[in-house]
């Protein structure tokens, strides 16, 4: 019982949606909590090969929506930045370097991750780190994008 209460605690201290969680999935849901976000990203694609499905379609359908309120609120500037990495390139050890000079992941982790491409590699950077990010991350033979 005192346990369950630790629990509960640090899942509410946690600045993410509360979202109560069947008993049939709460073992699945703490393992997946555990997992870095490269391995979250792999999980998706092998869950999408093996079922033949995808977890873009809803956001798909969703852009065009987000698409017109943006344009209506032309006032309002974006702050926060995906950094995704479209392409390594020819130099795939230097886009690894670059990549570990400005994300605290281990050496297989950034070697995953340009493994698996198009790849998130940084989440809510701000406009300065995003462009500096995506500046060294094309020195180095990649391609990417800021969304």
Do not use: H, Y
Request: net charge negative; aromatic share 2%; glycine share 4%.
């Amino acid at each position: 019982m005192a346990d369950e209460k630790k629990q509960e605690k640090k899942e509410e201290s946690k600045e993410t949606k509360k979202v109560k969680i069947p008993s049939k999935f709460k073992s699945i849901v703490e393992e997946i909590e555990k997992m870095s976000a490269i391995d979250l990203s792999e999980l998706v694609k092998i869950l999408e090969e093996k079922f033949n499905v995808s977890a873009q379609a809803p956001v798909a359908m969703a852009g065009p929506a987000v698409a017109a309120v943006g344009e209506e609120d032309d006032k309002e500037e974006q702050t926060s930045f995906n950094v995704e990495l479209i392409e390594v390139g020819e130099s795939k050890i230097s886009v690894i370097k670059a990549i570990r000079e400005f994300v605290s992941i281990g050496l297989k982790e950034a070697k995953d991750l340009t493994d698996n491409v198009p790849a998130v590699v940084k989440e809510g950077a701000n406009k300065e780190d995003a462009d500096k990010m995506k500046e060294t991350l094309e020195k180095a033979g990649a391609k990417v994008a800021l969304k």
